[in-house]
């Protein structure tokens, strides 16, 4: 099946410093989603990207669609205590037969220091 | 409404328990899905519902049974359970157009079987 590779794993920041992850594949996707996990609760989807080389913000929040289909990053600006959780980027690729699946990377733990 | 209603929040239950999850929306989406996480792993598609249909079945043991009663319902029916099933259990919904687009999550029911 497809694989997304998220990456970092996990990352420390400080407080008002700017953050990026990312996720690659050997597969192409036609849709990236962003989502965000807080402790205990369901992930929230922050981000939506449609096309290629798409560029869409959501505050603080900009993802961008990789012009090869087979990737997309992430970056917030200005991180705030907030912003710490688990980070997933998920793919959605054609599977044959009108079917189409939904591929979720290892996700990003996020912790931010005041 | 914009949001997915999960409950229980937190379930504990022995091997010879029968229980069951619900969930529920009123976004109009006609798309209702299932997904397992344990902890600090992303979410694993378990169930997918279409149009009420039960339309995907990520080879589930039998001792999960889903159900879905109406376009804005959908139960998981939980016997025998054993405690490496237990997990947080996440309903989804989506528009249903394009299945796995945009999902919506609700908080979960984080389950204990003992």
């Known amino acids: 099946g497809q694989q997304l590779n998220q990456s970092p794993q996990s990352m420390f920041i400080q407080e008002g410093e700017d953050v990026s992850m990312n996720c690659t594949s050997s597969s192409i996707f036609n849709t990236w989603l962003w989502y965000k996990q807080d402790p205990g609760e369901g992930p929230v989807l922050l981000i939506a990207l449609y096309k290629a080389g798409e560029l869409t913000s959501n505050g603080r929040l900009t993802a961008q669609f990789g012009i090869t289909r087979k990737d997309s990053f992430l970056n917030i600006s200005a991180s705030i205590p907030s912003d710490v959780g688990i980070y997933f980027c998920?793919?959605?690729?054609?599977?044959?037969?009108?079917?189409?699946?939904?591929?979720f990377g290892k996700g990003t733990k996020l912790s931010v220091i005041p | 409404d914009t949001e997915v209603t999960q409950t229980p929040k937190h379930l504990v239950m022995g091997m010879t328990n029968k229980k069951s999850l619900k969930c529920e929306q009123h976004m109009g989406h006609r798309a209702m899905y299932w997904y397992k996480q344990k902890a600090k792993k992303p979410p694993e598609l378990m169930f997918v519902?279409?149009?009420?249909?039960?339309?995907i079945n990520e080879s589930v043991p039998s001792r999960f049974s889903p159900e879905c009663p109406n376009s804005s319902l959908l139960n998981l029916h939980l016997h025998a359970l054993q405690p490496e099933d237990s997990a947080l259990y996440l309903c989804?919904?989506?528009?249903?157009?394009?299945?796995?687009?945009?999902?919506?999550f609700g908080s979960g029911t984080q389950l204990s079987v003992l």
């Open positions: 998920a793919g959605l690729a054609y599977s044959g037969a009108g079917s189409y699946q939904l591929t």
């Open positions: 989804a919904s989506s528009q249903g157009q394009v299945p796995n687009e945009k999902l919506f």
């Open positions: 519902y279409s149009y009420e249909k039960l339309s």
